[in-house]
């Protein structure tokens, strides 16, 4: 049982690509609200912003799996082959993407890029004027995973090498506590003081929303629940069998969230609005991952395909959909339609597509050709 729980992150699981479908679709629309759109994605999409939380706890869950793996069956953490991964999967589009935007001035969404080297350096989400700078903004949650590729292995290789791997679960739990004291200094010096000013907000989102030290909720319930996946089989096996009860508990834990975020600027949805996103968000990937839900067993070729796109399209689709409005508007359709909508869509995820096919996939076989090539040299 335990090496079928270790081995079991190289499956297909379906039901994570719903998920990210899913948080795709409400980033998407969420930006859409920047041009012409419907009146019914403000008055219904306004949560649109948490999608980014379903994919930070997706990412933990991704990420820190073959980690897991390696630790329980005693092989060491390679470097090399976790940062050709990562590096190979995220780097060439994003280069490409940040390529477009530095030459293409057409495609700018907004007035402003912030400099180069913050992109380069993913620090972008470090002192970010939204207000002057809103161009290429969405990346501020790349810059966040960044950081955590770059730490999470050195972490596990430490607790490994010091043989406390069984603290892991304490050094958690203290990583999570220490976002709400984090976030409570970081509001009552940084942000409360100007209540009531007109920066506020652009203060509020520079100090809270932005930074990494405040956004790693989502990050650690992902981990969490890969360490619970891997080296816990018995308690895993005993809760795949209530798939579809942690799905409800999930969506009521979130319905609890969207209720406590009504205001996201306030100190309650400052303080506890981003944990409870992310632990409900934590329920539906673990729903996910249980052969007794219905996110497991159902197959979507169609989702699974807008998932393989999910990266290029968070990528590009404000641009896309910045130079398509306008001449979709030319052939008479309303700016603030439905169909403009669904054209829109249509074409950020055509432009999604062909990174796929030009930039993605060509890099991901490279990527496969190193690491067999390195396997094979280690022989």
Sequence with gaps: MTNSIATDHKKVYFGLDHLRALAITLVVIYHYRMFGHPHWIDQSWGFGWAGVDLFFVLSGFLIASPLFSDILEKRPISLPVFYIKRGFRIIPVYLVVLAIYFTIPAFWERQALPPLW????????????????????????????????LILPFVLIGLTT?????????????????????????????????????????????????????RLDGLLVGVAIAALFTFRP????????????????????LAGAWFLCRDQHSFYATIFGFPVVSLGYGFLVMAALCPSCFLYRFKSPTLSLIARLSYALYLAHKGVIHI?????A??????????????????ALAGAYLLNLAIEKPF????????????????
């Design 330 to 347: 030319k052939l008479g359709v309303d700016p603030k339609g439905n169909l403009m909508l669904v054209l829109c869509l249509l074409t």
């Design 234 to 253: 018995a308690i895993w096996k005993w809760l795949s069998g209530f798939g579809n009860i942690i799905f409800v508990i999930g969506m009521f834990v």
């Design 118 to 149: 913050k992109f380069l350096t993913f620090t972008q989400n470090f002192g970010f004027d939204i207000k002057n700078f809103g161009t290429f903004s969405h990346v501020w949650s790349l810059c966040v995973e960044e950081h955590f590729y």
């Design 162 to 214: 010091l043989k406390a791997a069984r603290k892991g679960g304490v050094l958690l739990l203290l990583l999570f506590l220490a976002g709400f004291i984090v976030r409570w200094c970081c509001w009552h010096f940084q942000v409360a003081p100007y209540q009531g000013q007109s920066n506020f907000g652009v203060l509020w989102y520079r100090f809270i929303y932005y930074p990494t030290y405040n």
């Design 364 to 379: 991901l076989k490279l990527r496969h050709h190193i690491l067999a090539k390195r396997k094979a040299a280690r022989r």
């Design 324 to 328: 398509a409005q306008p001449l979709i």
